[in-house]
């Protein structure tokens, strides 16, 4: 923990997270108005006193529904993306490790998802689940996981052939003992930088399909229905769509700054690169 607090962007990382969970928790309270309370007489009001962002189209306080908007972000951000990591971790240690069928099975698999992009993939699968939360969560899990699969994957084949490997085998150590209590805590530092960073990739994912009418369906207050009712009265009133805009850039900025900072620190070779650490480390333990 010192290590990241001494570093500028692991410490404003960790405010801005601290802040953001903080509000998701305290929602109820923070919040001055109730998200849903329709006031015809007041809408697409100006920042005031009263409504610090204005209204929107209903009059409803576009603070209260920001503030709302973070809770449900993570909600679905955060459950999608451990559910990718504990699923691609597990099928990428039986890949690297076992190999064979097995491995190959899971890297076709795999490689099918990747091959689409993941608001695509999030269309077509919610097209025919439906919306809601747990669905939306679902499927942005699933448009993640092939990542953790093949870079958990590859860090078990580089592994697998170092000589304490080795040794244990010579031991008498079992499969499972090699698999979980030796190469499972080697894999960890670099998939929980992966983590860090996905986590805004999933809030934006997320947003994104909510914009396009395909998450969470409205009148949740949804920063990607936010941010689609804003859009359509942008022209009267940016100020619907500048509140969402902003938090979701507010957020995605702390969770990005912290998961360079365990990038840094887990792997200084690493410093300095802007691109999503988990497909360049992906590239690099093949």
Not at 50 to 78: C, K, M, P, Q, Y
Not at 139 to 167: C, D, E, M, N, W
Not at 183 to 203: G, H, Q
Request: aromatic share 8%; proline share 7%.
């Amino acid at each position: 923990m010192m290590r990241i607090l001494g570093r500028p962007t692991g410490l404003i990382g960790l405010v801005i997270i601290f802040a953001t969970l903080l509000v998701a928790v305290a929602a109820p309270w923070l919040a001055p108005y109730d998200p849903a309370a329709i006031a015809m007489a007041k809408r697409f009001a100006a920042p005031s006193a009263e409504h610090w962002l204005g209204t929107d189209h209903l009059g409803r306080d576009n603070l209260s529904r920001v503030i709302f908007g973070t809770r449900l972000a993570l909600t679905i951000a955060f459950p999608a993306v451990l559910s990718a990591f504990t699923a691609g971790l597990l099928l990428g240690l039986v890949a690297g490790y076992v190999g064979g069928l097995v491995d190959r099975v899971l890297t076709v698999i795999a490689d099918t998802f990747l091959s689409f992009p993941s608001v695509i993939l999030g269309l077509a699968l919610l097209t025919l689940v439906g919306q809601s939360i747990l669905n939306t969560t679902l499927v942005i899990a699933l448009s993640l996981f092939p990542y953790y699969l093949r870079l958990a994957r590859g860090l078990a084949l580089s592994t697998r052939h170092q000589p304490y490997i080795k040794a244990e085998r010579s031991l008498g150590a079992g499969r499972g003992r090699i698999m979980f209590l030796h190469i499972l805590p080697n894999m960890l530092p670099p998939l929980l930088v992966v983590v860090a960073m996905d986590i805004p990739s999933a809030i934006v994912i997320e947003a994104g399909l909510a914009f396009l009418g395909l998450g969470v369906p409205p009148p949740a207050p949804d920063w990607g229905v936010l941010l689609n009712e804003g859009f359509v009265y942008v022209a009267i009133s940016v100020w619907p769509l500048l509140g969402p805009l902003m938090a979701i850039i507010f957020v995605t900025t702390g969770f990005t700054l912290l998961g360079e900072t365990f990038r840094d620190i887990a792997d200084p070779r690493l410093a300095g690169l802007g691109r999503r650490p988990g497909r360049f480390l992906m590239r690099r333990a093949r």
